[in-house]
């Protein structure tokens, strides 16, 4: 299948600090990209859509003003948490629809740990 | 909103066992995918079923598109403890992907 690269795997910061998160696809390009958030033994939980070359779509109840995501190409997409604080800490995931192969299919990055101190 | 309803959210079972688990909506779906989980890293696609009615076998994994496309099952046959993990539907609707809340199982030796 189709790769999907997140970076960082981890990051520990500290509160107030500012964190990015890259994800990129590796194989093909992607013009749709979204962003979850992962809270322990839980499913995934949608925070927003990233469209290459226009303002991301939030979902209700996610500041847009603190998770800034960035599509500036087609395989590329970033999560910036601005002042993150300890609540913040959670497992970020993204995943990157492909053009090629069959309808809809989604891959995913590896997760990024962010633990906020 | 597309609601996915996966069930059931917990299974604990032992090995050689056999379990299926759904995915049910109301809406009709162009595709739905399945995806697996382990701790700390990100889902893999296992398999995506496109056509109303379509059986996809992957080894002791058998899935089943509804005829429909409103539902899926997933089916594994003499689960090993290998197999624990979440596993995670999502049914695709234009540019929407809608989960469902996931089932964490769990294959004890």
């Known amino acids: 299948g189709a790769v999907v690269s997140q970076h960082p795997s981890w990051v520990i910061c500290k509160s107030g600090t500012s964190v990015k998160i890259e994800c990129r696809s590796l194989?093909?390009?992607?013009?749709?990209m979204f962003w979850y958030r992962q809270f322990p033994k839980q499913s995934l939980m949608l925070m927003a859509t990233?469209?290459?070359?226009?303002?991301?779509?939030?979902e209700q109840g996610v500041e847009k003003d603190k998770f800034l995501i960035n599509h500036a190409s087609l395989t590329l997409s970033t999560l910036t948490v601005t002042s993150a604080h300890p609540e913040d800490s959670s497992f970020y995931i993204c995943?990157?629809?492909?053009?090629?192969?069959?309808?809809?299919?989604?891959?995913f990055g590896q997760g990024t740990r962010l633990t906020v101190v | 909103t597309q609601l996915l309803e996966q069930s059931p959210q917990f299974l604990s079972i032992q090995e050689g066992e056999n379990l299926t688990v759904y995915c049910n909506s109301s809406?009709?779906?162009?595709?739905l995918q399945w995806y697996r989980q382990e701790p700390g890293e990100g889902p893999v696609l296992l398999v995506t079923?496109?056509?109303?009615?379509e059986v996809k076998k992957l080894k002791r994994l058998t899935f089943q598109f509804g005829d429909a496309r409103k539902d899926s099952s997933l089916h594994i046959t003499a689960a090993q403890p290998g197999d624990t993990g979440l596993y995670l539907c999502?049914?695709?609707?234009?540019?929407?992907?809608?989960f469902g809340g996931g089932t964490r199982l769990m294959v004890k030796p």
């Open positions: 809406s009709v779906f162009s595709s």
């Open positions: 999502a049914g695709a609707k234009g540019n929407m992907l809608t």
């Open positions: 194989d093909f390009q992607a013009t749709t």
């Open positions: 079923v496109v056509t109303g009615g």
């Open positions: 990233s469209n290459e070359g226009s303002k991301a779509t939030y």
């Open positions: 995943s990157a629809r492909a053009q090629q192969g069959e309808v809809g299919e989604a891959f």
